[in-house]
């Protein structure tokens, strides 16, 4: 069956991420449906080829599978079982994809609320950025039953580049929390290297160079150094206050589960502090700036 044949995929939330899916699925065939409550996104999908809808009923009568990129597990919540959420509608069983960062025990509550009514939630969190959601190489950490995955993969295939099936419902979104837990420390201990490395006498260029030859490397100096640090762009496309509310949920998730986290804790500390130096809407990268020094030390 081709693309062309599945029926329209509903995408629900059209910021940076969404549109950039759903631009996406177009270019591979797939007839795309739309709604957010801003009015720019919906302008802005539309003239990208997705016909937008008046109210989440449109767009769940429409659509048999429903692409969620949302900013917080209420948001998803709200849309699933809230007050005219899918929950709420009289549809045959819908297969929701939600590509939200949204917090493992709330989908799995979720997701036994829409199984009694025949609806199939997988959890499909992504990473990549607005560029990987554009190009199609998103990596996905993708939690759900085997044959509901199985169901979801032509959609899955699209949008990502790398997908791993990391278990049930829940796992998807807790293996990326860990994942943006890394990311944003891995971020204060490569700037904290950096400083160590010029203070010894050796360039950024030279030290950057020469990790990522050794084991030291990551994808923060293999890609955010070089592509949105050292060169002062700051354009990634992600903010300080997406990674600081994803850094909050690892937080909340190790108390939830009583595990203890030392050093993630005093990142943890790092970046809530930062609120009040970077606004919610600057490049997360500028995190960089944040990395506290002794009086009189240069950053």
């Known amino acids: 069956m081709s693309n062309s044949e599945t029926g329209p995929i509903g995408v629900v939330g059209l910021g940076n991420m969404g549109l950039g899916m759903a631009r996406t699925l177009l270019r591979d065939g797939f007839s795309v449906v739309g709604f957010d409550v801003a009015a720019e996104s919906q302008a802005r999908a539309a003239a990208a080829g997705v016909t937008i809808v008046a109210g989440l009923n449109d767009l769940f009568a429409a659509c048999q599978t429903i692409i969620l990129s949302l900013p917080t597990a209420n948001h ?10 899918l929950g709420a509608c ?4 819908r297969l929701v994809i939600d590509t939200t960062t949204s917090e493992p025990d709330v989908t799995r ?28 190489t998103l990596t996905m950490m993708v939690g759900g039953g085997k044959a509901d995955v199985a169901r979801a993969t032509p959609v899955l295939n699209s949008l ?24 944003a420390s891995h971020l204060l201990t490569m700037r904290e290297a950096v400083r160590l490395g010029n203070a010894a006498g050796v360039s950024t260029e030279n030290l950057i160079a020469a990790l990522n030859a050794g084991s030291g490397r990551s994808a923060i100096s293999e890609v955010n150094y070089p592509k949105w640090v050292m060169n002062g762009a700051f354009d990634s496309g992600f903010t ?14 190790a108390q939830q589960k009583d595990v ?8 943890g500390k790092i970046w809530a502090a930062s609120a009040g130096l970077l606004a919610d809407d600057a490049d997360f990268n500028r995190i960089t ?11």
Request: with cysteine; charged share 20%.
């Open 160 to 183: 990502g580049g790398r997908i791993t099936h990391v278990g049930p419902v829940g796992a998807g979104h807790a293996v990326k929390i860990v994942n943006n837990l890394l990311v």
């Open 260 to 267: 203890t986290l030392p050093v993630s804790e005093l990142a």
């Open 109 to 136: 509550e979720i997701d036994a609320v829409l199984r009694l009514q025949g609806h199939i939630l997988i959890d499909a969190p992504v990473s990549g950025g607005p560029a990987g959601a554009n190009s199609g």
């Open 76 to 85: 998803v919540r709200t849309v699933l079982t809230g007050d005219g959420g």
């Open 289 to 299: 700036e944040c990395v506290p020094t002794r009086e009189g030390e240069k950053a």
């Open 240 to 253: 300080m206050g997406l990674m600081r509310k994803d850094v909050r949920l690892a937080m909340t998730l």
């Open 90 to 93: 009289d549809f045959d069983p």
